[in-house]
């Protein structure tokens, strides 16, 4: 038992709930107990000498003593390998077929003994002993992947693995999911198995809710990123390099991913961070793009009690001039805190009220849980056990429902890795949309189960469909989230398909952007918190999940008014801007704060809007790109180590870059800036990069800087679409994408490119297929 453990356990002790959790912890250690007897002795097993090949589309089979690889190149320039041959599908992570293999690229020997493949982007060469390197076009070594090892029950049984590779001694690794402590991530251990911290998170907890196998490396040598495709629970162990080390020669960077199970295979794509990640979405699909309302700011709390409490709260906005979007109801607006109910005593009239503040401008989201409370009579229960030939719940390996402990009490969960579950699941959406809800937000969905001691999650050995594949929980773990998302993104889209659903999940998996976002969940209320919500916005995005953000003010506590101000600030500039806190934690309205915070937080809301066609631009490029919305740094130039190593502040798309306050009583900050002339938005003043400058950071606003030449849509005074243009400078051009906004259904989006140039002392906008005037209001700035 860990010390997050005992606090769960003393907190209930006592009660019946606590009772409860104990039962669901013993019952759930028996089962694995049963299902899941020890491994017993094992045999090591590596892929011993090359004995053959087989050359075939795209690139062929490599035949070792006792394993084989199997490598294809596929359209679009992403590598495929995999041992044991395994195959491409079934996956969670892509997103439908898996893509047809590159004709040009074939399988031929190489020097001693090996064999290679080269294709546009990478080529992929495997020694006589199994050893893979990946390399540019140009011979420059990425990446290379020492012969994996496999330990196999001698009793019979999968097979567990352990993949050591190298990279060049100047990398930095990021990626691999939602991680505090990032976005570089430094040496240490990250964990693969999507978890409930318990309440509250920092820095220091690894691993969180959403992990994903995704490194994306950067280096002199080029960028490339690495995908192991398996589900499966494990770690990654990494350790940066260090050039020059010893006796003078460079030590490289390691990984070393071991997976408790299934198959090793693996998808790799190099280039540009933005070709990178357009590779990948192109793989794992397109970033679901939300409504434009969500691009907006929103406002939860866990515990608005009741109407009242909603329409004072949505007034309070409106009568301080304070925009506001969404709001969202908690499992306090629950009835008994089962999911798709409505507490008629509390919320009497919901449509009524959704469709209320829906003239004002302000839509309602609703909470999802999966878990189901286990009672006869209700509704969703009822439901679920009479769908296909088992139901639609969990069971063990004996066949019985599993059972665990979660708000609404006893419960049962959904599995979602069941086709037919999903549809039926995804039918039930049909309830929410009924009550006024324009969106929902999945919560809980690692899946949680409270438990007195342990991990807080069903029994590794519960049984799931997998599409009919059969399998335990220790593979369906990492993608009940995912599943779930897809189950609710598709219900939605059915139930109203003329509207884009707007759906952000706290758990998930690769390929989740497929069906919407995510956020931070349970960060804890403190500096070290803000910090770590730039990281995981950051790392996500990195990871194709452009649509994030946290919970503004933390999730647990009370902030205090600079932190609340800073954190608000911060979030005005990412994807998903929404204030949020637990029952027992302070509010997290503007005024709560004190006059001088609501003065300063109402500038950051306006600018927020005045933005709002900028990230609506960003928005449609990420679901056409898979380029994050906000970027590190090093995007355009990740040649340069600063930039590199710099965490915070970033790139909101290729215009601004933001520098946001993330300690106490700074009012001043250093900040490193790229190539190029940047304008302080603030004051005008302009600033050379590369290089480092000291800017003014007054409790008022946080420094935010203007590329030169770009050209941002921007809300004008009137409330339509203007182009603010900042001046390039002598002897460069810049422009920039729009893309307007066409309303929340799937309306084909027009993307219009704008060029500026110096013109005799003046700023010249052009857009490009048009001639004459640009058609849109134009600002020009820094002249």
Sequence with gaps: MNGRDLVRSMRWVGSARGLRMVRSAVRRRGADAR??????????????????????????????????????????????????????LPSYALAGAAPEPDSRARLEPDKEGGWQVVSERLTFAVSRHGAVELRTPGGVPLRRELPPRWWEPVAGGGARWVQRSEVPADARFFGLGGRASGPRLRDGVYGLWNT???GRFGPGDDPLYLTMPVQLVVADA?????????????????????????????RPGTCEVRMDGGPLRCWATAGTPARVLQTWTALTGAPAVPPSWALGPQHARWGFGGEREVRRVVAGYRERGLPLSALHLDIDHLDGHRV????????????????????????????????????PGYGVFDSGAVVGDRGAFVR???????????WPGECVYPDFTDPAVREWWG????????????????????????????????????????????????????????????AGHEGLRRLRPRERPFLFSRSGWAGM????????????????????????????????????????????????????LRWFQLGAYLPLFRTHSAIDAGRREPWEFGPRVLEYARAALVERERLRPYFVTLARLAGLTGAPYVRPLWWSAPGDRGLRDCEDAFLLGDALLVAPVLEHGADRRAVRLPRGRWYDTATGEAHEGPGQVLLDAPLSRVPVLARAGSVLPVRGADGGVELEVWAPAEGRAGGGLVVP???????????????????????????????????????VRGV
């Design 35 to 88: 299902a899941l007897p020890p491994r017993g002795a094992e045999r090591a097993r590596v892929p011993g000498l090359v004995t053959g090949a087989e050359p075939g589309p795209g690139g062929g089979v490599v035949r070792f003593a006792r394993s084989e690889l199997r490598v294809r190149v596929a359209v679009g320039g992403a590598v495929f390998w995999s041992w044991d041959g395994a195959e491409p």
């Design 196 to 198: 409930d911290p318990g």
């Design 222 to 250: 080029g960028t490339h990123l690495m995908f192991h495709d398996n589900t499966w629970s494990g770690r990654v162990t990494l350790c940066e390099g260090e050039e020059g080390a010893g006796s003078g020669h460079d």
């Design 340 to 375: 798709f109910t409505v507490d008629r005593a509390r919320y009497p009239n919901l449509p009524g009220l959704a469709e209320e503040l829906r003239e004002e401008g302000v839509r309602l989201v609703s909470i999802v849980d999966p878990a189901v409370k286990a009672e």
């Design 396 to 406: 063990d390996g004996r066949g019985r429902v599993v059972r665990g402990e979660v």
């Design 427 to 486: 039918g039930l959406y049909g309830e929410r949309l009924a009550q006024g809800f324009s969106g929902v937000w999945h919560d809980m969905n690692e899946p949680v189960s409270f438990a007195a001691f342990g991990d807080p999650t069903l029994p590794r050995s519960a049984r799931h469909r997998l599409e009919g594949r059969g399998g335990d929980h220790r593979e369906a773990h990492n993608v009940y989230g995912l599943a779930m998302a897809r």
């Design 513 to 564: 952007q497929r069906y919407g976002g995510t956020w931070s969940g349970d960060v804890a209320t403190g500096w070290s918190g803000l910090r770590a919500s730039l990281a995981l916005v950051l790392g996500l995005g990195l990871c194709g999940v452009p649509y994030s953000g946290p919970d503004v003010g933390g999730f647990d506590g009370s902030p205090s008014p600079e932190l609340y």
């Design 741 to 779: 906004d066409t309303g929340d259904g799937w309306e084909r989006a027009e993307v219009e490119q704008y060029t500026t140039r110096l013109v005799d002392g003046g700023v010249l906008v052009e857009r490009e297929g048009v001639e004459g005037p640009v058609g849109r209001p134009v600002r």
